[in-house]
T-cell receptor, first 112, second 114 residues
Framework: RKEVEQDPGPFNVPEGATVAFNCTYSNSASQSFFWYRQDCRKEPKLLMS???SGNEDGRFTAQLNRASQYISLLIRDSKLSDSATYLCVVSLFPSNTGKLIFGQGTTLQVKP | DAGVTQSPTHLIKTRGQQVTLRCSPKSGHDTVSWYQQALGQGPQFIFQYYEEEERQRGNFPDRFSGHQFPNYSSELNVNALLLGDSALYLC?????????????FGPGTRLTVL
């Protein structure tokens, strides 16, 4: 079983749509959780950290359910520029400076 | 303020050869991690270096080795290359002494093994 599992997609949505990505993680000792964005043939970049209380950054909302070991990302009012691969990431450390465990990534394509 | 830099950007090798990839961390960072990203997959942790020592290691064979220099830059060495080693190799740097900092990735080195 993979440590972090994501639906690879692709998710094809029209501009303005709301889209949700989910992932599950297997290690209950995981301490920190993140969503990264990766554009084609580029390096991953931190999109946002994920907290148990849920957190929002503009059009992006992330949720963590520790009991179910489940992480989600909601993107509202999708833009063409949101087209990318979204990587679900967990760490056994309290920040993202230690070993990061990545999911396979979910590909989003926003169409005009 | 220079970010994480890696060299070379692309590399083509043949099976059995050895390769060395280089990484310079972001200014002020003291820790370097290496990841391997195969096509269509997420990055996989290879190892992390701090104070010139390997601090953590992922599930990679001994063919993968590394080094960190006093100026915090790092090298990743892969011996006896296999076709399956073809991937994007990412370096990430961070400052270990503060848990509030984040880890920044370099642009990667794309290795092709023929």
């Amino acid at each position: 079983r993979k440590e972090v599992e994501q639906d690879p997609g692709p998710f094809n949505v029209p501009e303005g749509a709301t889209v949700a990505f989910n992932c599950t993680y297997s290690n209950s000792a995981s301490q920190s959780f993140f969503w990264y964005r990766q554009d084609c043939r580029k390096e991953p970049k931190l999109l946002m950290s994920v907290y148990s209380s849920g957190n929002e950054d503009g059009r992006f909302t992330a949720q963590l359910n520790r009991a179910s070991q489940y992480i989600s990302l909601l993107i509202r009012d999708s833009k063409l520029s949101d087209s990318a691969t979204y990587l679900c990431v967990v760490s056994l450390f309290p920040s993202n400076t230690g070993k990061l465990i990545f999911g396979q990534g979910t590909t989003l394509q926003v169409k005009p | 303020d220079a970010g994480v830099t890696q060299s070379p950007t692309h590399l083509i090798k043949t099976r059995g050869q050895q390769v060395t990839l280089r990484c310079s961390p972001k200014s002020g960072h003291d820790t370097v991690s290496w990841y391997q990203q195969a096509l269509g997959q997420g990055p996989q942790f290879i190892f992390q270096y701090y104070e010139e020592e390997e601090r953590q290691r992922g599930n990679f064979p001994d063919r993968f080795s590394g080094h960190q220099f006093p100026n915090y830059s790092s090298e990743l060495n892969v011996n006896a290359l296999l076709l399956g080693d073809s991937a994007l190799y990412l370096c990430a740097s961070s400052l270990l002494s503060t848990s509030t900092d984040t880890q920044y990735f370099g642009p990667g080195t794309r290795l092709t093994v023929l």
